[in-house]
Nanobody, 122 residues
Framework: QVQLVESGGDLVQPGGSLRLSCTISGGNLDYKDIAWFRQPPGKEREGISYITPSRLSYYSPSVKGRFTISRDNAKNTVHLQIHSLRPEDTGLYYC????????????????WGQGTQVTVSS
């Protein structure tokens, strides 16, 4: 059974940085695609970043240029480096794997983590 655990969420001031991690167990990360989603308070969940097994990376327009996704297959971990945080980045951040369907931001995923909270506030 594949399990994903997110970590690294925190309360930070606007303009700050964070590095979120998604650690996978029960499967080999080498062959898995990983997506990051976030759900702001009172809003729907949105796809923000995606990385393929061959390390191709994709971003939503709202985070492009500020977020960087990377993968460390040896540690079965995918990172999301976040810079220049804004209050609107506040939300619960999830990672997911096992996509099927259409575009990565609207595809279905077999496995999800429980999320890590990011709060951006002064």
């Amino acid at each position: 059974q594949v399990q994903l655990v997110e970590s690294g969420g925190d309360l930070v001031q606007p303009g700050g940085s964070l590095r979120l991690s998604c650690t996978i167990s029960g499967g080999n990360l080498d062959y898995k695609d990983i997506a990051w989603f976030r759900q702001p308070p009172g809003k729907e969940r949105e796809g923000i970043s995606y990385i393929t097994p061959s390390r191709l990376s994709y971003y939503s327009p709202s985070v492009k240029g500020r977020f960087t996704i990377s993968r460390d297959n040896a540690k079965n971990t995918v990172h999301l480096q976040i810079h220049s945080l804004r209050p609107e980045d506040t939300g619960l951040y999830y990672c997911a794997t096992g996509s099927y369907g259409s575009n990565w931001w609207e595809a279905k995923y077999d496995y999800w983590g429980q999320g890590t909270q990011v709060t951006v506030s002064s």
